[in-house]
């Protein structure tokens, strides 16, 4: 897709048809091959969902210095992890990107530059999702970093200067996990079996709560919502993308809690929808 057609299409949106907004507890890589609770409802949204221009994703294993967009036409698909079946390295997800979307989505962003990425493709964080959602690979792909040396607030900034994408047809995807602390992971416990610690539990409660009632400001500072909180995120690069989510959210929609299940203890699957 160029600019020009990029832009006619653009052109054909208007607010009644505004794409809504997710974000996707991703969890384990193996979700990629494997057909469960969480992957089947990753389908589901894929046929609910109007026909995207194209998709971008905020996925929690891209992190840079500086903010980029992915400006290649051919991303490849990365094997960014270790320790899985050999069917897991074997899939390529060979979706198209799009040079003149990253440089439309570069140039709405003024209060940083935003810089076209030719290196990276598509991580696991993005290409185990949307070949769910997209198993025919014919809607373009592309993924915007995590400035890994900025704060919270400035991710949940960034993403309200790329809400006018939403009215040009682009489906903005977080991906990550709200509760995601490895180092405390009950690895006895299989990926798609509902179990959580007590902390996880407590602080995933109160994360839906505050989504739901479009409370952000406790969000974007979690810290300062206690030990469990802390517990939640040790680091915050699967956090992050649920700010974007968030920051996307306009006056008088709802976000809606889908997915909503702790697993292997420290993990959250829970997932959100915010609807046009």
Known sequence: MNIKDFKQLTDAYNK??????????????????ESNIFTQQWAELGKE???????????????????????????????????????????QYPAPGSHDIAAETASIVKSTNVGLDHDWGLDHGTWTIVRHMYPNANIPILQLSIDYSR?????????????????????????????????MVSWDKKPEE????????????QF???????NHKPLIHY?????????????????????YTLGLQKSGEQAQIFNDRAVMGSLTMTSVKINA
């Not at 992190?63 to 074997?90: N, Q, S, Y």
């Open 223 to 243: 810290n300062d919502l206690g030990p469990a909180a802390r517990y939640a995120i040790p680091t915050p690069d699967h956090y992050y993308p649920l700010l």
């Open 194 to 205: 509902a179990y959580g610690y007590d902390w996880a539990l407590e602080i995933n409660q």
């Open 49 to 91: 969902t109007p026909a995207p221009a194209a998709v971008l994703v905020v996925s929690a294993h891209w992190l840079t210095r500086g903010t980029k967009v992915t400006a290649m036409e051919h991303p490849r698909t990365i094997h960014d992890f270790g320790g899985f079946p050999k069917a897991l390295f074997d899939v």
């Open 208 to 214: 839906k709560q505050l989504i739901v009632d479009g």
């Open 16 to 33: 009644s048809e505004r794409m809504p907004v997710l974000f996707l507890g991703h969890g384990s890589p193996m979700n990629g091959i």
């Open 151 to 183: 704060p919270p607030q400035y991710h949940y900034d960034l993403a309200r200067e790329l809400s006018v994408l939403r009215d040009k047809g682009v489906l903005i995807i977080g991906s990550g996990n709200m509760v995601h602390n490895l180092r």
